[in-house]
């Protein structure tokens, strides 16, 4: 099946600081890339859905200020939490769909975990 | 809009066991259902997809249907191991491209 990455893994940072997470799918073109979050023993919710070389359209209640996401070509897209908050602290996963094999089916990024000190 | 619900939202069952979980999801408008499986602090692992015009598909031990007009789906386990243990998340993708979930199945598998 496809593969999606997402790196980093593991990211600590400070309170104030930017984090930037990365998603990639390695073998094919991802027309649109979802962003999630999950809080411990909850579901994922959606946060934004970016297709490649326009705007992300983002759930009701996400701050898209905050939550920057870029998706500049057809394998990366970038979420950046900036001026970051303990409270931004979650598992954000990344998804990716494509077009021709991969059809509709959405290939999930390992997810990467950040804590905010 | 869109909501996911799962029963129950933890279970736990002695190895051997075959066990059933369910989703169950308010708009009958989806282009497919699909099952995934999570492990703890971990990204998510498809297991499988329904296409809205399936009733179901099947991949070793397990089978998944789905009946959209009632807007319910099941996932069926056969002979449960311990390696099985995972939170068990299913998805529908709406036909205006949207993807929701549902709260999940904690599933404990007892040796």
């Known amino acids: 099946g496809a593969v999606v990455s997402q790196h980093p893994s593991r990211v600590i940072c400070k309170s104030g600081t930017s984090v930037k997470i990365e998603c990639r799918s390695l073998d094919f073109q991802a027309t649109t890339m979802f962003w999630y979050r999950q809080f411990p023993k909850k579901s994922l919710m959606l946060m934004a859905t970016s297709n490649e070389g326009s705007k992300a359209t983002y759930e009701q209640g996400v701050e898209k200020d905050k939550f920057l996401i870029n998706h500049a070509s057809l394998t990366l897209s970038t979420l950046t939490v900036t001026s970051a908050h303990p409270e931004d602290s979650s598992f954000y996963i990344c998804?990716?769909?494509?077009?021709?094999?991969?059809?509709?089916?959405?290939?999930f990024g390992p997810g990467t975990r950040l804590t905010v000190t | 809009k869109q909501e996911v619900t799962q029963i129950p939202a933890a279970l736990s069952v002695p190895e051997g066991e075959n066990l059933v979980l369910n989703c169950s999801f308010t708009d009958s408008a989806i282009y497919n259902l699909q099952w995934f499986r999570q492990d703890p602090g971990k990204g998510l692992t498809s297991l499988l997809l329904?296409?809205?015009?399936?009733r179901e598909q099947t991949s070793g031990r397990l089978n998944a249907s789905l009946d959209k007009s009632s807007g319910r789906s099941t996932l069926y386990i056969a002979a449960s191991q311990p390696g099985d243990s995972a939170t068990y998340l299913c998805a529908v993708l709406n036909t205006g491209n949207q993807f929701y979930f549902g709260t999940g199945t904690s599933l404990t598998v007892i040796p």
């Open positions: 998804s990716a769909r494509g077009q021709g094999r991969v059809g509709y089916e959405q290939y």
């Open positions: 329904i296409q809205s015009s399936q």
